[in-house]
């Protein structure tokens, strides 16, 4: 079965600096792997996907990911914080067989001004 | 502004009454979601609609009972639900996976459900 996990519950960083939200995969063939964001009793907000081709990929509100197969990981990154950044961040993998989204545990990012 | 709409956005029932959450798309999509969000935790799939018939149901118990009327719309009947189905409902459309279709899931806002 496919899976990923987000080994951190919590992450903090102050406004400006650089954000990392890990993220870990394992599926049996080609990934397809998704980040989402929930604001406070809000639905999920899709930020970006890697299906194929670049190991960078850029998406919305100026976060980026990069896919690593050796690491079967799936980082989200952004170079400079924004207070407006803190929610709860979800790693997710589909699988290509059927219509099946997993998700991991979630994240939870703090940006301090 | 997200384009799947739920209705309604709150919901509190008695375990002996009878609701139904509603889901609306037209992004013509023809893959359709519930899942279940408990607080802090990730969103757990219930059910798949893949061109309105259902494609994955996740064990989920009988009191729960997903309607696909047609290809905008998806329903989740409940009935006899305990207190421990207090959660947030939330529904998702995608592009059918086919042809290498690839497309992520477009969420609504959710309908909170409180049984007491």
């Known amino acids: 079965a496919q899976s990923v996990a987000q080994p951190e519950d919590q992450v903090n960083v102050a406004e400006g600096n650089p954000l990392t939200v890990k993220c870990t995969y394992s599926v049996s063939g080609n990934p397809y792997l998704f980040w989402y964001v929930q604001y406070p009793n809000r639905g999920l907000q899709f930020l970006l996907k890697?299906?194929?081709?670049?190991?960078l990929v850029k998406g919305s509100y100026g976060f980026e990911a990069e896919f690593n197969k050796s690491q079967t990981s799936f980082h989200l990154k952004k170079p400079s914080a924004l207070v407006s950044d803190s929610a709860l961040y979800f790693c997710a993998v589909r699988d290509i067989n059927n219509n099946d989204m997993r998700f991991g545990a979630g994240t939870r990012l703090t940006v301090k001004p | 502004d997200t384009e799947v709409t739920q209705t309604p956005k709150h919901l509190v029932m008695g375990m002996t009454n009878k609701k139904s959450l509603k889901c609306e798309q037209h992004?013509?999509?023809?893959?359709m979601y519930w899942y279940k969000q408990k607080a802090k935790k990730p969103p757990e799939l219930m059910f798949v609609y893949s061109y309105e018939k259902l494609s994955i149901n996740e064990s989920v118990p009988s009191r729960f009972s997903p309607e696909c009327p047609n290809s905008s719309l998806l329903n989740l009947h409940l009935h006899a639900l305990q207190p421990e189905d207090s959660a947030l409902y939330l529904c998702?459309?995608?592009?059918?996976?086919?042809?290498?279709?690839?497309?992520?899931?477009?969420f609504g806002e959710g309908s909170r459900l409180t049984v007491l």
């Open positions: 998702a459309s995608s592009r059918q996976l086919s042809g290498g279709e690839t497309g992520e899931l477009f």
């Open positions: 890697y299906i194929t081709g670049d190991n």
């Open positions: 992004m013509g999509h023809r893959a």
